[in-house]
């Protein structure tokens, strides 16, 4: 099958950066979009960006021109680089990759996700 796993979050003050990193492995044929998502205490998850395999990227309002997406292919990765860190940033980010992979001989596509990486913002 396949696993997600992501790293590098921390503890960060107000304006400061993190670097968050995600890699997939397993019996892995190819990866579509590979996507950001973050959920903070009491809230419901919310994507942060996306990148498809291409590089094409998207982000969320509240994150554009302080975050950025980019991705290693021969990698099977994606990082996310924060800058300029808000409170409002704090949150479990989790990375979730759209995945063709082999299964019992065949081929099959599906989502898989990270456990997690918690983000905390504070001064």
């Known amino acids: 099958q396949v696993q997600v796993a992501e790293s590098g979050g921390g503890l960060v003050q107000p304006g400061g950066s993190l670097r968050l990193s995600c890699a997939a492995s397993g019996s892995i044929l190819n990866i579509y979009d590979m996507a950001w998502y973050r959920q903070g205490l009491g809230k419901e998850r919310e994507l942060v960006a996306t990148?498809?395999?291409?590089?094409?990227?998207n982000y969320a309002d509240s994150v554009k021109s302080r975050f950025t997406a980019s991705r290693d292919n021969a990698k099977n990765s994606v990082s996310l680089v924060m800058n300029s860190l808000k409170l409002e940033d704090t949150a479990v980010y989790y990375c979730?990759?759209?995945?063709?992979?082999?299964?019992?001989?065949?081929?099959?596509?599906?989502?898989?996700w990270g456990q997690g990486t918690q983000v905390t913002v504070s001064s």
């Open positions: 990148i498809a395999n291409g590089g094409r990227t």
């Open positions: 979730n990759a759209d995945v063709q992979f082999v299964r019992g001989g065949s081929s099959s596509r599906g989502g898989f």
